[in-house]
């Protein structure tokens, strides 16, 4: 049995959707960023609760749900409510309502939004930061200056720049060519010569590869299928890898090198671990960072004692629980797979692109930063028309 409320009710639910993402997504980029001292957080936080009231309302009233569905969603929900309430900090349950509020709502319009709000508001961030408006944090490293460009910390902008740009080959992933390669190639040069955010600028050149195979792929390439066919399987690996090396990491020669190579990532997941563990529902956990303007005075304290824990995979299983980080692996596992049988490939290589990223990076639940995984509820149109699934009578509306 499924309820209904009242008549067009899917149609208000998207509406009202897209604008609370509109809406969540500015908030959490005014945290990000370095307006915050000018507009108190605590305002900001109190109004991103209006967007997940919003949520509730399109997954209990607006929704054509039957009770299995309902059940299954208020158990995920109660899991991030618990998480919330034991962790402090209302991105989980931010998150996770807006993966489960995402049925019936088209995914590539949820990217477009993204692509354009996040793009204008990063933009014009920059502009009023270079126009001394808001602070342009500068941070020293081997006497090259690190600008933020009006960002909490120069590595946060280059993960700005990382995930609009994963929107940009979703959204124009058919017309892509070597010219727009190109293109990327000199944007990430200049990003690491302003920012040095070396983890996300790598990954950006990474895209290169990636996004190219997973195109030949889509468009029939048998050896591009083949490599391609292995994209989904990379987010797990990932984290169990990086939980596993936090575990393991000792002050050896090796382990030293793998630290260095990942930013001194490893050390800090392994002091995090020694010190506060694995936690089920979620804990909070204090942290002493760089981002932001107080951070920025942290920065040129010499007796600063720097703990953050950076990567997405050990911020999961210490911070927000270790069942719901199972759930959100799984949860990226599902969208690449599918997106595998599916024979598309686009999605697969930006989740696969995306858990690399985690492993070094901790915006994998900012709303802000990364939508994509609201493509497990929400329907994803087919990028690409493929011959051979057209022949059997394939349907190309598939979620």
Not at 28 to 35: E, H, I
Request: glycine share 6%; aromatic share 14%; proline share 2%.
């Amino acid at each position: 049995m499924k309820i209904r409320l009242f008549n067009n009710q899917e149609e208000i639910g998207k509406r009202l959707y897209y604008c609370t993402f509109v809406y969540a997504s500015i908030l959490s980029f005014l945290l990000a960023s370095n307006y915050v001292p000018m507009i108190p957080s605590k305002m900001v936080h109190r109004l991103i609760y209006l967007a997940i009231v919003a949520l509730f309302v399109k997954i209990y009233a607006l929704d054509y749900c039957n009770l299995k569905e309902i059940i299954g969603k208020s158990m995920v929900l109660i899991l991030a409510i618990i998480s919330w309430r034991l962790s402090r900090n209302t991105d989980i349950l931010l998150y996770v309502s807006f993966i489960l509020g995402a049925r019936n709502v088209n995914f590539r319009e949820i990217i477009k939004l993204f692509f354009v709000t996040i793009g204008i508001l990063l933009l014009g961030t920059i502009i009023i930061s270079q126009a001394n408006l808001v602070k342009d944090a500068v941070y020293m490293r081997k006497d090259f200056h690190r600008h933020s460009l009006g960002i909490g910390y120069p590595t946060d902008t280059g993960a700005y720049a990382f995930y609009l740009l994963l929107a940009y080959y979703y959204l124009f992933f058919k017309n892509l060519t070597w010219r727009s390669y190109a293109i990327v190639a000199f944007l990430d040069v200049v990003l690491y010569e302003v920012t040095q955010a070396r983890n996300s600028c790598v990954l950006i050149l990474l895209t290169i590869p990636i996004i190219w195979v997973a195109q030949l792929a889509s468009n029939g390439n048998v050896i591009s299928r083949g490599i391609a066919s292995f994209y989904w399987m990379i987010a797990p690996l990932a984290a169990y890898s990086t939980l596993l090396l936090a575990w393991l990491y000792n002050p050896s020669r090796i382990f030293n090198i793998l630290d260095r190579i990942l930013s001194g990532r490893l050390g800090l997941s392994h002091k995090a671990l020694a010190k506060y563990g694995i936690s089920f529902f979620g804990q909070h956990v204090h942290e002493n960072g760089w981002g932001g303007v107080k951070g920025l005075k942290n920065f040129y304290k010499l007796n600063f004692s720097y703990f953050y824990i950076d990567s997405s995979y050990m911020r999961l299983v210490i911070i927000y629980g270790l069942i719901l980080g199972v759930l959100i692996v799984i949860c990226m596992t599902a969208i690449a797979y599918r997106s595998t049988l599916n024979r598309e490939y686009a999605l697969a290589a930006i989740i696969m692109l995306i858990g690399l990223h985690c492993i070094v990076e901790q915006h994998l639940l900012d709303l802000s930063y990364n939508p994509f995984l609201f493509a497990l509820l929400a329907v994803v149109p087919m990028l690409t028309i493929n011959k051979k699934i057209d022949k059997s009578g394939g349907n190309h509306d598939s979620k």
